[in-house]
């Protein structure tokens, strides 16, 4: 049923100076640190993790000596509690950053690297709280960090940017979001300018914003979208043109310029459900949402079955308390009447799957020329694939596996990992000729990177985890429901 796999998703400005330097020897002392943390690493420069899925969006590490087997009590270098959210850990010189949540209270971490200690934590409290699907939260959003500052994004409050020691440099409030399911989608950066994409289903827009002063350089309204949008953008560089930020959404993919908010290309009639992120393949954008051939779920007359005083408007007492009656009651009025429930059992209707759109040369409307191809069966709709060593690696809930061609689509191998048949949120990420994906159990699959790939070994952290690590000189970072581990080989 069409609503019971929409269960399954994860998941004015005003500014503060920065603090002054000059006469203050703690903060010269702190910059000074955290500059030749970045730049000398200890003699070598530490590899960085900037952002959700590394550097843009990629999942790929550059890292030697990533070990195959790891656990609590197996490669295990540090394990730090910390409080609850979703998002993912971003890496920047000797720092680690995390967002959270407990209750009202929105958290920022900055943990040490080498020791997993906390350096610092800042506390917001948000005086407005938005109701959120129990598969997302209020710190689901990544962080991303240009290698001293770190920009977080909690739909509540809006942007906001840390400076080394902490200290809140700046403030973009942003929102109310007209959202059911909550936003997802990660803050990133294209050089000085962050980015983020708001896709709610009234009011969606795409947001470019100064780094150092927290003023809005572009604002792009993104009115072709219907729906919430969950995946974050990736920025594509190609020789001879402009920067491009892809964004995609409900139904569509666009490319702006990052410079200007200029929409350059788009391609509508995709299906429904965007939350995993584009990828980017050799001259094309790799792109996963979720579909089908005819509407999906019963018939509204097969829903009125629960109509109790038969008048054909359903309450949320007459579904039983059905903890997803939000999410077809689009005009919150309390009542679902057959106009919303065949609008949502249409909306998944669409070009289902994977889909890869041409890079070269793109301009404009792309609907009808765009697509070099597309792949219904083997494709995820929430955890992002990687493309690694010019092989595409999918992952779907029930452990199973593909890997592909990311030029072509042609098919090199589907299997399972038969110890991890479970659910997945978390994105696979890649390095040292090695793949993981990690379940919602908590159960990370490493196989060998390979067009006809072998399991290695799957690895049993023992605590639930919706994260996607983060892996950096030779270390995997990952994140469950209490915790942040960092394993490395011994």
């Known amino acids: 049923m069409y609503v019971q796999l929409l269960s399954r998703l994860p998941r004015v400005m005003t500014r503060k100076p920065a603090r002054r330097l000059e006469g203050d020897m703690r903060g010269v002392w702190l910059w000074l640190t955290v500059v030749a943390a970045v730049l000398s690493g200890g003699g070598a420069a530490a590899e960085d993790w900037p952002r959700f899925r590394g550097p843009n969006g990629s999942g790929v590490s550059n890292s ?97 940017a840390f400076g080394p020691d902490g200290a809140e440099r700046w403030r973009l409030p942003l929102g109310p979001f007209d959202t059911f399911y909550g936003l997802g989608a990660s803050p990133i950066l294209a050089g000085d300018t962050l980015l983020l994409v708001c896709d709610a289903r009234t009011g969606a827009f795409l947001i470019a914003v100064d780094t150092a002063s927290g003023r809005v350089r572009w604002r792009a309204e993104r009115r072709e979208t219907s729906f919430e949008g969950h995946a974050s953008p990736v920025v594509s560089e190609r020789k001879g043109e402009t920067p491009q930020v892809i964004v995609l959404g409900v139904n569509r993919i666009d490319a702006y310029d990052v410079a200007t908010g200029e929409r350059k290309w788009w391609l509508n009639g995709l299906a429904f459900l965007p939350v995993a992120s584009p990828v980017l393949g050799p001259d094309v954008v790799i792109v996963s949402t979720w579909g089908s051939d005819a509407p999906v779920g019963p018939s509204f007359e097969e829903f009125l079955k629960t109509d109790a005083n038969k ?45 890869a759109v041409g890079l070269r040369g793109a301009r404009g409307d792309l609907t009808e020329t765009g697509i070099i191809w597309r792949d219904r069966k083997n494709h995820s709709t929430i955890p992002t694939p990687v493309v690694y060593k010019s092989v595409l690696y999918v992952i779907k809930n029930g452990g199973i596996i593909a890997s592909l061609d990311p030029g072509t689509g042609e098919i090199f191998k589907v299997g399972r990992t038969k110890e991890a048949l479970g659910d997945y949120y978390a994105s696979p990420v890649a390095a040292d000729g090695k793949v993981i994906f990690l379940s919602d159990s908590g159960k990370a699959t490493v196989l060998k990177a390979d067009r006809q790939w072998e399991i290695l070994a799957v690895n049993d952290i023992g605590e639930e985890s919706y994260a996607t690590p983060a892996i950096a000189d030779g270390k995997i970072f990952l994140r469950t429901r209490n915790a942040l581990y960092c394993f490395g080989a011994r």
């Open 64 to 160: 030697a000596a990533v070990p195959a087997e790891f656990g609590p009590s197996k490669n295990l270098v540090w394990k730090t509690p910390v409080p609850f959210g979703r998002s993912s850990p971003v890496l920047a010189g000797d720092r680690i950053f995390l967002t959270a949540a407990e209750g009202n209270t929105l958290i920022t971490l900055c943990l040490d690297r080498a020791s997993g200690r906390v350096i610092w934590r800042k506390e917001i409290t948000r005086s407005r709280v938005t109701p959120v699907y129990k598969l997302n939260d209020a710190a689901s959003p990544t962080p991303v960090t240009d290698g001293a500052n770190v920009f977080v994004f909690f739909p509540d409050v809006g942007l906001i």
């Open 311 to 355: 008048d054909r408007r359903l309450t949320p007492e007459e579904t039983g308390g059905w903890d997803e009656f939000g999410a077809v009651d689009t005009n919150r009025d309390g009542i679902i009447v057959e106009a919303e429930w065949n609008a949502l059992r249409q909306a998944g209707v669409g070009d289902y799957g994977m889909v």
